[in-house]
């Protein structure tokens, strides 16, 4: 039997906005090994992973601007765009065969997803986890004249990164989604810097286990502490502000099993037999082992001095 549908029955479908798009991008793309883009029939690029970022694309120009002619032969965007289909092209990259590829986005045809496999490194040097083995900066510039010329770098990206996502907060309370969309992006390639520099200095050790077990620890406290201070700040009345900090509240302890999950599968296994004590960030719950906290030690996770130390008991 055939069931009607009630007349006053209406079926909506739900489009996504561009930003959406635009995260969903990212949140898909942003860890491919190879930069990928969205861009329009125009060439104008609207979205950048970050291998692409890495590459000097940015959002806003054309894709086409970039190299010489010759190296955009084959592009495929307007049939793409033209036929609805995907589009594909074989060439010779660096490494051997190379292709390139155009996907329409259902939910915004115009707008194109281009990426290319076997152009930006050799598959076959993957290592056996899947990673791609990259040449060490760590400590290169430590002890050197550059020093502090890095470091004075790495701590103004740092706060790059916060100065453009309170931007970006602040162009969303105003309307300004896409003006939040570039500060985002802009925080996103200043925290890649900041980053960069740090390793340059050897900022944090390489061999890194034992931060990230500390870091780890520090997260899985960090849900009880800023919950904490979340219920202090709806008891002053900002229930808005203090809805989204449980929100944050929640991200730290996901952070903590996250972390716990990495050190269970890669960490190196290793007994502790050490009986010193150990002294704990009162700010982001970091634990330092040692007879006592160094004077100029600072805390690797939240930058606290060692006056913010406290012995466990």
Request: charged residues 25%.
């Amino acid at each position: 039997m055939l069931l009607k549908m009630p007349t006053w029955i209406e079926i909506t479908v739900i489009k996504m906005t561009d930003n959406e798009i635009i995260a969903a991008f990212h949140a898909m793309w942003d860890n491919f090994p190879e930069g990928v883009v969205i861009t329009q029939k125009s060439r104008e690029i609207v979205a950048v992973n970050k291998a692409a970022a890495k590459y000097g694309l940015t959002v806003g120009i054309k894709c086409s601007s970039l190299g010489k002619p010759e190296d955009h032969k084959g592009c495929r965007c307007n049939q793409a765009v033209d036929s609805g289909e995907t589009q594909c092209y074989a060439y010779d990259g660096p490494f051997g065969k190379a292709y390139g590829f155009w996907v329409p986005i259902t939910e915004k045809p115009e707008w194109i997803l281009h990426f290319s496999v076997g152009r930006a490194f050799e598959y076959e040097k993957f290592t056996a986890k899947g990673g791609k083995k990259m040449e060490s900066i760590h400590g290169l510039t430590k002890g050197t004249d550059l020093e502090q010329s890095i470091k004075a770098l790495a701590l103004g990206e740092a706060k790059g990164v916060m100065m453009y996502y309170a931007l970006a907060r602040l162009a969303k309370e105003q309307g300004l989604d896409e003006v939040a969309e570039t500060f985002i992006a802009s925080a996103n390639q200043e925290a890649v810097h900041a980053g960069f520099y740090a390793v340059m200095n050897g900022k944090y050790p390489k061999d890194f286990w034992k931060l990230v077990a500390g870091a780890q620890k520090a997260e899985t406290a960090g849900e009880t502490t800023i919950k904490a201070l979340a219920d202090k700040v709806r008891a002053a009345g900002f229930t808005a502000a203090a809805d989204e900090m449980e929100i944050f509240a929640k991200q730290e302890g996901h952070h903590g099993v996250v972390l716990g999950e990495i050190l269970e599968k890669y960490a190196p296994k290793v007994e502790s037999v050490t009986n010193k004590p150990v002294y704990v960030c009162s700010v982001c719950g970091y634990e330092y082992e040692g007879d006592e906290v160094p004077d100029d030690f600072v805390c690797p996770i939240c930058g606290q001095p060692k006056s913010a130390f406290k012995l466990k008991e």
